[in-house]
């Protein structure tokens, strides 16, 4: 949750903005739209600067995500037109250095993994796939997979160490970190998928989780290690279903659902990871916690 809000009147953006990220120091901001374009600003106090415009997409652009700095300046942009492209700056100059085109639809959302697991970017597309694209030996390797029938509308990576196994002594191979996603998807479902270091691709590692009766919109795993693992899903059935499971019994999922009045499109975890976001179509945001007996509370309504 960001404290101040800044409102960028002239974007220059010449139809919708689907997207808007602020980089990891907050300096850097880059938009998106169905102009077809990202535009990058320079963030200095209050004021604001155009600093680039990106042209590559050939649809609207859908959404933006900046790497972890340790890998550079790396935005990775994906829309209507099916790909995926990676843009980097280097001395102030920026150069698309990736162009990956093997989604036969709209890609969604891209993700960034933890950046103690690699760099590494989860895409899902409406295809039904989803591919991970990894920048190693300064090449970009990649995996795709078929993940939900119908499509695949969200992704969120695990923190990169596991509940309870901050003592672990055995970081297992390469020890880069937890690799696991969640998917959502058109098919009403939600899965978890996890690398697999034989086939250096990813499976699925459990039954897919089920409840949701319309389609899930977004998928969001919280940030922090507690004793739990929380993932929080929102779906057009105008529920959000929150999946617990503890360190003791990994693989089983307990579930909690708050009703809404209408279909729920985001959730996101603050990053303290213990308040939910939910936005909701009836233009409602609400924050909720968890009580000391476990229930979740809605402890603010923000009307848009």
Same mark, same amino acid.
């Given at each position: 949750?960001?404290?101040?809000?800044?409102?960028?009147?002239?974007?220059?953006?010449?139809?919708?903005?689907?997207?808007?990220?602020?980089?990891?120091?907050?300096?850097?901001?880059?938009?998106?739209?169905?102009?077809?374009?990202?535009?990058?600003?320079?963030?200095?106090?209050?004021?604001?600067?155009?600093?680039?415009?990106?042209?590559?997409?050939?649809?609207?652009?859908?959404?933006?995500?900046?790497?972890?700095?340790?890998?550079?300046?790396?935005?990775?942009?994906?829309?209507?037109?099916?790909?995926?492209?990676?843009?980097?700056?280097?001395?102030?100059?920026?150069?698309?250095?990736?162009?990956?085109?093997?989604?036969?639809?709209?890609?969604?959302?891209?993700?960034?993994?933890?950046?103690? %697991?690699?760099?590494?970017?989860?895409?899902? &597309?409406?295809? @039904? /796939? +989803?591919?991970?694209?990894?920048?190693? =030996? !300064?090449?970009?390797?990649?995996?795709?997979?078929?993940?939900?029938?119908?499509?695949?509308?969200?992704?969120?990576?695990?923190?990169?160490?596991?509940?309870?196994?901050?003592?672990?002594?055995?970081?297992?191979?390469?020890?880069?970190?937890?690799?696991?996603?969640?998917?959502?998807?058109?098919?009403?479902?939600?899965?978890?998928?996890?690398?697999?270091?034989?086939?250096?691709?990813?499976?699925?590692?459990?039954?897919?989780?089920?409840?949701?009766?319309?389609?899930?919109?977004?998928?969001?795993?919280?940030?922090?290690?507690?004793?739990?693992?929380?993932?929080?899903?929102?779906?057009?059935?105008?529920?959000?279903?929150?999946?617990?499971?503890?360190?003791?019994?990994?693989?089983?999922?307990?579930?909690?659902?708050?009703?809404?009045? %209408?279909?729920?499109?985001?959730?996101?975890? &603050?990053?303290? @990871? /213990? +308040?939910?976001?939910?936005?909701?179509? =009836? !233009?409602?945001?609400?924050?909720?916690?968890?009580?000391?007996?476990?229930?979740?509370?809605?402890?603010?309504?923000?009307?848009?």
């Amino acid at each position: 949750m960001a404290s101040g809000t800044q409102v960028i009147a002239n974007t220059g953006h010449d139809d919708m903005i689907h997207d808007a990220v602020l980089d990891y120091y907050g300096r850097r901001l880059a938009t998106c739209s169905s102009d077809r374009t990202i535009k990058i600003f320079e963030i200095e106090g209050e004021s604001q600067r155009l600093i680039e415009t990106l042209k590559g997409h050939d649809g609207a652009v859908w959404c933006v995500s900046w790497a972890h700095p340790k890998y550079g300046n790396i935005l990775a942009s994906a829309g209507y037109d099916g790909k995926v492209l990676i843009w980097r700056e280097q001395s102030g100059t920026w150069q698309r250095i990736f162009d990956f085109a093997l989604h036969k639809a709209s890609v969604n959302i891209v993700s960034w993994s933890p950046h103690e %697991a690699g760099c590494l970017l989860a895409c899902a &597309s409406s295809d @039904g /796939n +989803v591919s991970v694209l990894e920048f190693r =030996d !300064n090449s970009w390797e990649h995996s795709i997979f078929h993940a939900h029938g119908l499509g695949v509308n969200s992704v969120s990576w695990a923190p990169a160490t596991t509940p309870g196994s901050i003592v672990s002594s055995n970081p297992g191979p390469g020890s880069t970190g937890n690799r696991r996603f969640v998917t959502g998807g058109s098919d009403n479902t939600l899965k978890i998928w996890v690398y697999d270091a034989a086939t250096n691709g990813y499976k699925q590692e459990r039954e897919p989780l089920t409840g949701h009766t319309d389609w899930v919109r977004d998928v969001a795993w919280s940030p922090t290690v507690l004793q739990k693992s929380y993932i929080a899903s929102a779906s057009q059935d105008r529920t959000v279903r929150i999946w617990t499971s503890d360190s003791a019994s990994p693989g089983q999922w307990a579930v909690k659902v708050l009703h809404f009045d %209408a279909a729920v499109w985001r959730v996101s975890w &603050s990053l303290s @990871g /213990n +308040v939910l976001a939910a936005s909701s179509g =009836d !233009n409602k945001v609400t924050l909720w916690k968890e009580n000391l007996r476990g229930e979740w509370e809605n402890v603010k309504t923000i009307e848009e």
